[in-house]
C-alpha cells in the first residue's frame, strides 16, 4: 500500500481554505484542485510498502516522542517557481519543532531502509496541480510549459496576502494514499501524539 505521514488540518483553517479555492479555482479552470478534506501537511512520503512494512513503521512511529506544534496558515506559491508554475500551494509557518517532528520522523523511517530525504524539508498544502505533465513539483522528464495557472497569478497578485488561520497541532498521522482518475483518497491508518 502506498503511504506518507502527515498533520492533519483544523476544520476553522479547513473552511477558510474551502472558501479560498471557491472564489480562484475559475481563473483556472484546467487545473486540478484538491478536495479541501483532502488537505495535510506532509512530513514524510513513504511509498508503496507491504502490511507487514506498515507495521513496523507504525512501531518506530510510535516511538517518536515531541511536542505539539502550532501552524499559521498564509499566502501562496507556485513550485517549482512563478515562472514555470506546475502546483499551486499554501504556506505553513511554524517554529523550529515542525522542521525537527519531520527530521526525526526521516530518521526513524531511515532506520528501516527508508532513503532520507533529498531536499530540506518545506512544509506547505498543495491546493492545485497544472494541467498536462506529471504535476509534480519538481521538473520531470517529458513536462511541457504549463499555462493553467497563468490567470490565476494575475488576479492573486492583485489581491492582498491570503490568510487562513492558526492551529496547534497534537497529533501526526500515518496514511494510506489510493490513487484513482477522481484525485487521491486518503484514508488514517494510525495516529501519535505530540505531547
Not at 506547505?124 to 497569478?153: C, N, V
Amino acid at each position: 500500500m502506498r503511504i506518507f505521514v502527515a498533520l492533519d488540518i483544523d476544520a476553522g483553517i479547513r473552511e477558510h481554505i474551502s472558501r479560498f479555492i471557491e472564489g480562484v479555482s475559475g481563473f483556472a479552470p484546467d487545473a486540478r484542485w484538491v478536495r479541501p478534506e483532502s488537505l495535510h501537511v506532509t512530513l514524510k512520503f513513504i511509498g508503496e510498502k507491504s502490511e507487514a512494512a506498515v507495521e513496523e513503521i507504525k512501531k518506530e512511529l510510535g516511538s517518536v516522542q515531541a511536542s505539539p506544534v502550532e501552524l499559521q496558515s498564509r499566502g501562496y506559491g507556485f513550485f517549482p517557481g512563478a515562472k514555470a508554475p506546475r502546483v499551486l500551494w499554501i504556506g505553513i509557518e511554524a517554529g523550529p519543532e515542525l522542521a525537527s517532528l519531520a527530521a526525526t520522523i526521516d530518521e526513524r523511517m531511515a532506520a528501516l531502509g527508508i532513503p532520507k530525504e533529498e531536499h530540506a524539508f518545506s512544509p506547505h498544502l498543495t491546493l492545485a496541480r497544472g494541467k498536462g505533465g506529471s504535476g509534480s513539483p519538481k521538473w520531470q522528464k517529458g513536462d511541457g510549459p504549463t499555462r493553467s495557472f497563468q490567470r490565476l497569478q494575475e488576479k492573486l497578485s492583485a489581491m492582498p496576502s491570503p490568510e487562513f488561520g492558526t492551529m496547534t497541532t497534537r497529533n501526526f498521522f500515518l496514511y494510506q494514499s489510493q490513487l484513482s482518475p477522481k484525485g487521491s483518497k486518503y484514508t488514517k491508518l494510525a495516529g501519535f501524539e505530540l505531547k
